[in-house]
């Protein structure tokens, strides 16, 4: 029987060698642990990576409002000084030209002189995003 010929032989191989299956199958594995090992360190590290990243984009506009006092004349839901978030954001809902008219206006306080906002375009569109996003 060829078969029962070679796993003799196998067999035989493993005990010459001093090996049992179970430290040849962790032989095998070794390499390969160290391998996941540096593909999740990897891993966690990208995703860390791409989760501060946005986290202080987000946080960067949320900053600015805070600095501003945005909140002395708005809040999201009832109408102080100014308008609420929520009442502008129904104003200008399914209006496309909404994000650049109220940068504008942050930028260069607009033709009712509202207070200008110091920030970078795309720090202005994400507030006017806040806004525009509020319920
Ligand atoms: C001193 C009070 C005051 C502060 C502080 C203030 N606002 Fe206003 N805001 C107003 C008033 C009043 C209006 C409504 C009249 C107008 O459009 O200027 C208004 C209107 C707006 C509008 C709508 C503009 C339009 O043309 O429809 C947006 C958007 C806005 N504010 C955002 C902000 C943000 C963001 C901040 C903080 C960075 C801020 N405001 C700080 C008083 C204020």
Known sequence: MPLRCLSGLVSIGFQANGTDWMSFVRQLADPLKGTFMKLS????????????????YAGAAEDIIAKEKCSK????TTTKKGP??????????GDAGAEAK??????????????VIKASDADLKA?????LSSK
């Open 41 to 56: 360190v990897a891993l966690l590290v990208a995703s860390t990576t791409a989760l501060l990243s946005s986290g202080a």
């Open 73 to 76: 004349c708005h809040t999201a």
């Open 84 to 93: 609420s978030w929520a009442s502008l954001a129904e104003k200008y809902k």
């Open 102 to 115: 109220l940068v504008e206006v942050l930028k260069t306080g607009g033709k009712d002189d509202h207070n």
């Open 127 to 131: 507030i006017v995003q806040i806004v």
